[in-house]
């Protein structure tokens, strides 16, 4: 069983970098930011109450985003272990984490904040099937559509300049003191996140020491 956490300021690749840990190690990939997107796309009850934070890209109430991680993870699906991404946020958070779970590493992806709004106001999203684009790093081969379903290609909500600013502040002001109370009790790996998504992934591999990351060939 392998619990880990995955931190970053937007932008930094925590989701590209889960779901590539998590799928080869059989992990379950936790997305705050995507169970919530989820629910404001489908109109339930929770995503009324979280839709204007998102759009603003402020955080949601602590009490909320708790009662979700508790939720998914009480649904025991992971097996083999998990890789939270988008949680914990604050100090609250951290410490409402630690109480209930024992973490076997936190990877921590370090983007300076010029590279950050170079990246986020340069992603897309496509629109029926969730597929990240970047117009720097991974363009479609159709401009505006996506390569795999053909769907429409659009800007995250929150990716414009006001909402990243208030989430690089957000970020800085309270979720930097996370990663120093993890360091005090927890293995933090801290991992240069310039580099391509598959450098990325094997530093990660080689620091938390798991097997290395073979990319999929091309069929
Ligand atoms: P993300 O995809 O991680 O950037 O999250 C998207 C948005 O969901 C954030 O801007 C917040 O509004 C909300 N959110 C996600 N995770 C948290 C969290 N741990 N605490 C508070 N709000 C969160």
């Known amino acids: 069983m392998r619990k880990y956490v995955i931190m970053g300021v937007q932008g930094s690749g925590k989701g590209t970098q889960a779901a590539l840990l998590a799928g080869d190690l059989d ?3 936790i997305s705050v930011g995507d169970i919530f997107r989820w629910h ?32 998914r993870l009480q649904q025991h699906d ?10 914990p946020r604050n100090r609250r958070q951290a410490e409402f984490f630690l109480e209930s779970y024992d973490i076997d590493g936190v990877i921590h992806l370090d983007l300076p904040d010029e590279e950050v709004w170079r990246r986020v106001l340069a992603r897309r999203l496509c629109s ?21 379903c053909g769907g429409e290609l659009v800007t995250r909500e ?28 927890e293995y933090v790996a801290t991992i240069d996140a310039r580099a391509d998504k ?13 097997p290395p990351y073979v990319p999929a060939q091309p069929s």
């Open 198 to 210: 598959t450098a990325v992934q094997q530093a990660i591999r080689d620091r938390l020491g798991l």
């Open 78 to 87: 992971w097996n083999y272990g998990f890789v939270i991404d988008g949680f």
């Open 128 to 148: 029926r099937c969730g597929m990240d684009y970047n117009l720097i790093a991974h363009r479609p081969e159709v401009e505006g559509r996506c390569d795999v």
């Open 158 to 185: 929150d990716d414009t300049p006001d909402a990243l600013a208030a989430r690089l502040r957000d970020y800085h002001d309270k979720t930097d003191p996370v990663l120093e109370l993890f360091r005090g009790k």
């Open 27 to 29: 992990l379950v990939h």
């Open 40 to 71: 404001v796309k489908n109109h339930t009850k929770l995503g009324a109450q979280v839709r204007r934070a998102v759009a603003a890209g402020e955080l949601v109430g602590d009490e909320l985003v708790e009662q979700v991680v508790r939720d």
